[in-house]
T-cell receptor, first 110, second 112 residues
Framework: RKEVEQDPGPFNVPEGATVAFNCTYS??????FFWYRQDCRKEPKLLMS???SGNEDGRFTAQLNRASQYISLLIRDSKLSDSATYLC???????????FGTGTKLQVIP | EAQVTQNPRYLITVTGKKLTVTCSQN?????MSWYRQDPGLGLRQIYY???????DKGDVPEGYKVSRKEKRNFPLILESPSPNQTSLYFC???????????FGPGTRLTVL
């Protein structure tokens, strides 16, 4: 079983739709969680950090559920420019262990 | 401009021919790391460094070496490359205690 698991998708959604991604992690020692965005063949870039209290940035909301060991990303009012692969990341021991999920591909359709 | 640079960006080589991929950051970050990205496997950590002269293995260190003689540079060395090291490689850096890892543009390596 992978330490961080994501549904690979692709998720094909129309513009304006709301889409949610989930990510589960198996290492209970994981302390910090992030969502990164990766455009095709480009480097990953931090989208947002994930806190137990939730984190909202414009159309994006991230949540952490430590009891169930999953994190989520909600994108409201999807834009064409949101089309990308979204990577879930878990850290343990600070940056001593950085584990990426395989990513969920989102395609927003006109 | 704050950035992480990698060279070369693309490399085709043959089995057994030693190569080095350079990584440099201009943000005075303590932490640097190398990842490889393969279809269906995602990004996997190869080696990381918490500071100068401090390096440690990640999840897939076999066949790779690194060094951290200066804070800004973290080269990845393949002493004897093999075809299973064909991959997309990313270098990243961060300031410990912060959230953001900054990634380089990637190096696409093909080993024939």
């Amino acid at each position: 079983r992978k330490e961080v698991e994501q549904d690979p998708g692709p998720f094909n959604v129309p513009e304006g739709a709301t889409v949610a991604f989930n990510c589960t992690y198996s290492n209970s020692a994981s302390q910090s969680f992030f969502w990164y965005r990766q455009d095709c063949r480009k480097e990953p870039k931090l989208l947002m950090s994930v806190y137990s209290s939730g984190n909202e940035d414009g159309r994006f909301t991230a949540q952490l559920n430590r009891a169930s060991q999953y994190i989520s990303l909600l994108i409201r009012d999807s834009k064409l420019s949101d089309s990308a692969t979204y990577l879930c990341v878990a850290l343990s021991g600070g940056y001593q262990k950085v584990t990426f999920g395989t990513g969920t591909k989102l395609q927003v359709i006109p | 401009e704050a950035q992480v640079t990698q060279n070369p960006r693309y490399l085709i080589t043959v089995t057994g021919k030693k190569l080095t991929v350079t990584c440099s950051q201009n943000m005075n970050h303590e932490y640097m790391s190398w990842y490889r990205q393969d279809p269906g496997l995602g990004l996997r950590q190869i080696y990381y460094s918490m500071n100068v002269e401090v390096t440690d293995k990640g999840d897939v260190p076999e066949g790779y070496k690194v060094s951290r003689k200066e804070k800004r540079n973290f080269p990845l060395i393949l002493e004897s490359p093999s075809p299973n090291q064909t991959s997309l490689y990313f270098c990243a850096s961060t300031s410990l205690g912060t959230d953001t890892q900054y990634f380089g543009p990637g190096t696409r390596l093909t080993v024939l």
